[in-house]
């Protein structure tokens, strides 16, 4: 359950990041797409598969597809878990607001959201707690992406791609 809620909460927070706190038409489409567990109603089995599966949808869905501003985000969830139940809470809320303005992905709210933003309100600070400690064991790698980013970011370079640029541009994202 936590691990499905992780989920969410990265897609919350790169929508809420890229939008700089403002959901737009994109937003319900962002957050249900970097989602696994809104996208294809899949549970992650862990807290490594949640970050690595996000990860991975992070750079393959969204317009801002950047390692660096994927695994800040994950940083945020971290700190929203730190936080407590309250900003989880707020966060689940806004998540529904954004759905709810989207006719084909209402539903979700129903299946997921609502229900999420009961449970949490219940849940002990001490398993939040618990499992920001797990993330924060745990430091993601390129390697744990099912692809060979260091290939990829090769051949981007060798066709004149530059990540300083592209770096300078994104640094208004982080």
Avoid at 31 to 57: E, F, G, Q
Wanted: hydrophobic residues 45%; contains cysteine.
């Amino acid at each position: 359950m936590l691990c499905s809620l992780l989920d969410i909460l990265f897609a919350y927070a790169f929508d809420h990041r890229t939008t700089l706190g403002e959901p737009t038409v994109e937003s319900a489409w962002t957050v249900s797409k970097l989602s696994i567990t809104l996208s294809w109603l899949d549970t992650p089995t862990s807290v490594k598969d949640a970050i690595i599966n996000c990860l991975h949808r992070a750079l393959t869905y969204p317009v801002f597809r950047n390692w660096n501003l994927a695994c800040r985000v994950v940083q945020d969830v971290h700190t929203l878990l730190k936080l407590g139940r309250r900003a989880i809470l707020r966060a689940l809320l806004t998540v529904r607001r954004i759905l709810q303005r989207d006719e084909c992905r209402q539903y979700l709210n129903t299946l997921y959201i609502e229900p999420y933003a009961v449970w949490i309100q219940g849940v002990d600070e001490a398993t939040l707690t618990a499992v920001a400690h797990e993330m924060e064991l745990y430091k993601p790698d390129k390697n744990d992406i099912r692809w060979d980013l260091a290939e990829i970011e090769s051949v981007a370079q060798s066709d004149g791609f530059r990540p300083e640029e592209d770096a300078e541009r994104a640094k208004v994202l982080l």
